[in-house]
Antibody, heavy 121, light 113 residues
Framework: EVQLVESGGGLVQPGGSLRLSCAAS????????MSWVRQAPGKGLEWVSG????????FYANSVKGRFTISRDNSKNTLYLQMNSLRAEDTAVYFC??????????????WGQGTLVTVSS | DIVMTQSPDSLAVSLGERATINCKSS????????????LAWYQQKPGQPPRLLIY???TRESGVPDRFSGSGSGTDFTLTISSLQAEDVAVYYC?????????FGPGTKVDIK
């Protein structure tokens, strides 16, 4: 069974940093692209970042470019999101999601339960 | 960025009746070299992560009931629930993955009338 479990969320002050992790199991992690998607309280979905499973290419939303870094450790079956210079508007539940192939150009067919990041003083 | 819009914002449909949700992209998401539309549909129930329903605009994900269908091409797409069931109450989102950033629509809330 495919499983994605996020961790690392919490309360952080504006300007602070946080690193999210997503532990994957039940599939060949290195063969699939992965993404982060966030959802602010009571709001819709916002795609944040993606990383391919083939060449490790990375992509970012304009709102996080230069502040967030996506990475993966295929030996640990783990996806990461390093978040720096956090702002109040980054407050959201962050979901880790698996793509249907090694390419980032596809649907997100498996999602974790999410981890809440709150940016507040 | 490609902007995704959805209509209506919400709709209420009687059990067993058809529900239709529209999604429009600000530019075509049809990739001419493979004739595929880079569009997906998701269902999100309260307190749960989203679930992939449809990808490539009309390919149903494994395990998704056949009352869900996707259609459209280019810039205009439709998700149809042919016979609404109580468990279909949710918010539905379209997403384009033609160009980064891979944007979502604002969502359409479906309720029972």
């Amino acid at each position: 069974e495919v499983q994605l479990v996020e961790s690392g969320g919490g309360l952080v002050q504006p300007g602070g940093s946080l690193r999210l992790s997503c532990a994957a199991s039940g599939f060949t992690f290195s063969s699939y692209a992965m993404s982060w998607v966030r959802q602010a309280p009571g709001k819709g979905l916002e795609w944040v970042s993606g990383i391919s499973g083939s060449d490790g290419s990375t992509f970012y939303a304009n709102s996080v470019k230069g502040r967030f870094t996506i990475s993966r450790d295929n030996s640990k079956n783990t996806l990461y999101l390093q978040m720096n210079s956090l702002r109040a508007e980054d407050t959201a539940v962050y979901f880790c999601a698996k793509l249907v192939s090694a390419s980032c150009y596809g649907g997100l067919d498996c999602w974790g339960q999410g981890t809440l990041v709150t940016v507040s003083s | 960025d490609i902007v995704m819009t959805q209509s209506p914002d919400s709709l209420a449909v009687s059990l067993g009746e058809r529900a239709t949700i529209n999604c429009k992209s600000s530019q075509s998401v049809l990739y001419n070299s493979n004739n595929k539309n880079y569009l997906a549909w998701y269902q999100q129930k309260p307190g749960q992560p989203p679930r992939l329903l449809i990808y490539w605009a009309s390919t149903r994900e494994s395990g998704v009931p056949d009352r869900f269908s996707g259609s459209g091409s280019g810039t205009d797409f439709t998700l149809t629930i042919s016979s609404l069931q109580a468990e279909d109450v949710a918010v539905y989102y379209c997403q384009q993955y033609y160009g980064t950033p891979f944007t979502f629509g604002p969502g359409t809330k479906v309720d029972i009338k």
